[in-house]
């Protein structure tokens, strides 16, 4: 290749490398996430934005990840012991078949927390998911105020730890003017 077309070949790449790598670019604390969180079962659309006020617990997860299934009890009674007006657990499935993920819904159709699908990994990407479990706790405000990789029975102790805390601060809901 000479270095004219080497050189035009770069060019063309680069915008392509710089989008994919802002695709994937890691949410932390502090950012405001992505507002989709994707569409349940009976066809609600879960958005953050409409949620400021309250603290949302959100966790990616798939049919095939056993940490995924061992955190469903503890986000299950997460969701059973705080008011549904002061917090909402979003379980938000990570690419997989529609009938595997509605399988797994219907065998937790008595959960109280919310499942949403990323059937094509949209949500997934746009917060730089790319492994599960994932979670991140959005505070009333709607940023992030954690990011937890995996799952243990310590890392759950410190999200709910962290829930807590989130809980207990006054909401400051960012006017847009």
Known sequence: M??????????????????????????????????????????EVIRISEHRGKVMVVSFWASWCPRCHEQFPALDLLQQHVDPDRLRVVLVNFKEHPRVYRDIVRE???????????R??????????????????????????MVRYGYSESGIQKLFEAIDVVLAEPAVIPSFN
């Open 2 to 43: 000479n270095p004219a077309s080497r050189c035009l070949t770069v060019l063309f790449l680069l915008p392509l490398a710089l989008l994919a790598a802002a695709a994937q670019a890691e949410i932390e604390v502090g950012d405001m996430p992505p507002d989709l969180l994707g569409e349940t079962p009976k066809g």
């Open 108 to 118: 937790t159709r008595k959960s109280p927390v919310t499942w949403t699908h990323d």
């Open 120 to 145: 094509d990994g949209t949500v997934s990407e746009a917060y730089g998911v790319n492994s599960v479990p994932r979670t991140f706790l959005i505070d009333k405000s709607g940023r992030v105020a």
